[in-house]
Structures are given as C-alpha cells and as structure tokens.
C-alpha cells in the first residue's frame, strides 16, 4: 500500500483513475492538473501546458524527454515576442534586481518542473532508453522499499500502474544525476591537500576562496579544541584538524549533512580527531575557537540546497553572534566567513552587521578580505552582475567585548 504520510499524486490514464507517491527534494506540493505526454508531443505544446500549471507525466522515450526539457528551457529564457530584436530590459539595481532575480528563477523552475517522470518501486525507470539511475536515486531517496512494500494493486476505488510506484519531475532527476557524479569525483580543496565528496542535497565548497581565509587566518594560542557550527560536509572541521587542532566538534541540524560529513571526516582519517553532533548551532561548552560559515544572503530558501545560501531574516547568522560569547573560552576567538553580496543587493546593510556583532557583547579584533573567483563574478550577462563583482568575502575575528 502506499504510506499515507506520503504525497500522492492522482491522475487518469487510459480512463482509469492512478495513484502514485510524489517525491520532491524541494517539498513542492503534488501538481494539480496532469496529462499524459509521449513523444508525439511537440516543445510548443509542452511549454504552453507547463507555463499554464499542468503537468506532464512522460510515458515516450527517456532521452526524447530531456530534449523536450531543453527546449523548453530555451523558451523559457528567451525574449518575449515583440522584444526579440530590442535592447534587453536590465533589472533595477540593489534589492530590486534581486528580487526580479529570484522572481525569474521561480518562474523559470515551476514551468521546467512541470515534466515528469516515472519510477518503479526500485527506483528504474520504466521508459525507453531510460539510464541506470538506481545508485543515485538510492542516494538521494534511501533504499528501495522491500518486496511487497511497493505499490498494491489498488489504493482504495484507484487502480495503481504497478511500474510507476512514484513520479519525480525530470529536472530533479537530473540533479540527482549530477549529484550522484559530484559524490564519485569529490571536490578538490587545495587549502586541505584532498578531495571533499557532498552529498545529495548538501552545498558542495566549490568557492574555495572562504576556505583559503581558514586556512590563512593564524589559530589562537592554546586552540587545541574548536567548534564547526553548520559543518556542512565537514570541510572546515577537516582544515582545522590537518592545522593541528587535536579535537574539533562540529555541528548540523541537517542529517544529510552530517552522514556527508562523518563520510568525508573518515575517509581523511581524521574521525580520531573530529567528532559530528546533531544540533542546532552550539554544542554544549566553551572552546578557544568557534568558526561559523552561515549562508550569505538573508532570503527564504525554496529547496534544501538553498538552506546553504539563503538564511531567512539572518537566523543563523544571529544565532551563531547571539551565543558566541557564552560559548568561548576566556581570550578566546569566533571567526565569521561572510560574503557582503548581501549587503551589495541591499538585503543587509553593514551597518546592521556592525550593529548585530555589537548587541551580541562581541568586538572586532580584524577582519581578512578576498575577492571572489568563481565564473560568475566574471559574467557581464548575469542579472546580478554588478553586486557579484563588487564582493568581498570576509573572515571576521571576533573576541567577547569583555574578555570573558
């Protein structure tokens, strides 16, 4: 039978009402309108459909499916009619530009997302030259339901096809896809000598240059224990460590995060040295170093890999300078990784920052600058080009005003 604390979507196919679970990494709600769609469909009436709110459940060829998806992406992005030929229609600056920014990409995932696929109980999928995506939907999902575990033949008065035990939109799929290659390859993280492997699901430290501040940055006298609040894949817990912090306990509230950290930290062989704790921000204690990397950009996050980005009314970043105090040793320091692209796009003024770090009982002790190098600083074509070439991504020292 189907769990009932799943999503389920219903449709009718061939005049028969079907049932299937709904799976959406984002926790988008089931679509409300649903058509069958094959390979006779064209890109214009797909893009028609998916732009008016319906769905479309493939039952043609796989990699038919992801040229439609892509064309439908160009349709998506390109200009519309009467402005094909004109001078492209620049964003406002700041705030504005942001929030034409994410207003774009909203629209742009919700009619993409509009194409779906479907899965049987294993996890293959049921079309024509469909790939083996059985080990990165494993990842993404957890394992396969047992036999007998799947779908019943019937879900009350609906009939259910037994090969589309649950539906996924394609674009998610594919994410899997390129995230199940990214936790095969790893990252290569120079400032540590050795490869970081995210996980589905967990922000992958491909901006190197925040990590390079950490490894800069001179450790405080007597660091022999720090806290990693937010450790993500455990990349900073793993630098502090091969620095010669001898015990290093770092947190997440995310359990994905923390299964790609414990996988991370051993295969190092640092689990000796690094201990993982699930927990929203501190642990208990105090210790002579606190680094704390929150997402940059005070904004709700729509899909849990923008939880790494996108820290609604800065909880995070409130959080970790509201305890700082209490949690370090006498003389001891909090070392902040921040980007000002917030305060670039308007959303955080520095002065509001400044204010933040001086209500927390916190001074500045110094602050290490370096300019950002990934493409997108560099692309002119970027709506929010101006903010990402004026940032600066910064590590703040921070000691307890009072010196406790």
Known sequence: MLPTNDPILAWTEDTRAQRARWRSGAGLPPPARLVVADDRMTADAAFRLASEGCALLWRGDFQNARQLLQAMARRVDRPPRGRRNAAPVLPAAGVDAFNVYRQAQSQRARTLGMLLIPLAADYSIPLRRAPDLIAACTEAYGAAPAAGAANAATVGAAAVDAATDSVVTLREILGLVGAHEWRKKGVEVAALGARIHPHYGVFAPVRSEYIDLVAAAPLPAGAALAFDIGTGT???????????????????????????????????????????????????????????????????????????????????????????????????????????????????????????????????????????????????????????????????????????
């Open 234 to 404: 455990g990349v900073l817990a793993a630098l502090l460590a091969r620095r010669g912090v001898t015990q290093v306990i770092a947190t997440d509230l995310d359990a994905r995060a923390l299964a790609c950290a414990q996988e991370n930290i051993a295969r190092l062989g640092l689990a000796q040295q690094v201990t993982l704790l699930q927990a929203d921000l501190f642990p208990a204690g105090r210790a002579p170093l606190v680094v704390c990397n929150p997402p940059w950009l005070p904004a709700r996050p729509t899909s849990p890999l923008e939880h790494a980005v996108y820290d609604p009314d800065s909880r995070m970043l409130r959080g970790f300078l509201d305890g700082l105090a209490a949690h370090l040793t006498p003389g001891g320091e909090g070392w902040l990784i921040l980007s000002d692209l917030a305060e670039h796009l308007g959303l955080r003024p520095r002065a509001t920052l400044l204010a933040m770090i001086d209500a927390a009982g916190l001074t500045v002790l110094s602050r290490a600058d370096v300019r950002p190098r990934h493409p997108r600083a560099m692309d002119s074509a970027d709506a929010l080009h101006a903010a990402r070439a004026a940032e600066v991504t910064s590590l703040w020292r921070l000691g307890a005003r009072d010196g406790r």
